[in-house]
């Protein structure tokens, strides 16, 4: 008999242990954005250099020196980055970076009913779509898009979410940063300039936001969502 179950790859182990067939539906939805010379960042941050450092017809191999901030494209913020005395991503136990996604919606702003609706649970990774990914390369997107409320960011501090993952540049648009201190501070991890939201509408899923194992303040990341059917 065949039994049809949604499982992550952390389970496959146990799952083949027990005889199970994954789910052949399962789907892999990249929520990265490309990282190249004209990949957009955020205002007063330095600009991304991509030089060559080995080219395969003269050297046998390619080689790239890669200079650019660490909160470029898809990426993750660790508690460093905001708090004085902040974990940097090495501190921070592999397992934050993995867990059960929920897709929240945000419609003209962001909502605390909405964020209620889905029933966020503990070790959640929180991913809210407002669209501003479809303006990832217009002068607005660092400049005009919602942002959570502090009542929302207490709200998954309590809940005790893994991370908030946003598709705009930042978790805060006021100068001093409170969402950011907010979450940081009470252990919840950010993913900004995340894409490819809307392909998690109603869907059941586990997000993988895995930065680099740098020993500072952010990192960009490959982040995927396993959907199941
Ligand atoms: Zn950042």
Redesign the pocket.
């Known amino acids: 008999m065949q039994v049809s179950i949604f499982v992550s790859p952390l389970l496959l182990r146990f799952e083949s242990c027990l005889g199970f067939w994954y789910d052949e539906g399962m789907q892999i939805i990249d929520l990265s954005v490309p990282i190249n010379g004209q990949t957009p960042v955020y205002p007063g941050d330095p600009p991304i250099k991509i030089e060559a450092a080995g080219v395969l017809d003269k050297d046998g191999f390619n080689d790239h020196l890669l200079s650019m901030g660490t ?1 470029v494209g898809t ?1 993750i ?1 660790a508690p460093m ?1 905001m708090l004085a005395g902040g974990k940097s991503l090495d501190q921070i136990p592999v397992e934050q970076f993995v867990g059960p996604g929920k897709y929240i919606e945000v419609k003209d702003s962001f909502s605390l009913d909405a964020v209620k609706a889905v029933g966020v649970e503990p070790g959640d990774i929180v991913l809210f779509h407002t669209g501003m990914s479809d303006h990832y390369s217009d002068s607005k997107y660092f400049h005009e898009y919602p942002v959570l409320t502090r009542e929302i960011a207490q709200y998954l501090v309590d809940q005790k979410v893994k991370m908030v993952g946003l598709d705009t540049g ?1 978790a805060d648009i006021a100068e001093d940063f409170p969402i950011h201190k907010q979450l940081l501070g009470g252990g919840v991890l ?1 993913i ?1 300039n995340l894409t490819n939201l809307a392909s998690l509408a109603g869907k059941n899923f586990v997000v993988y936001a895995l930065p680099l194992k740098l020993q500072i303040d ?1 990192s960009p990341a490959r982040v995927i969502a396993e959907v199941g059917s």
């Open positions: 909160h990426h913020d980055h930042s950010i900004e952010g």
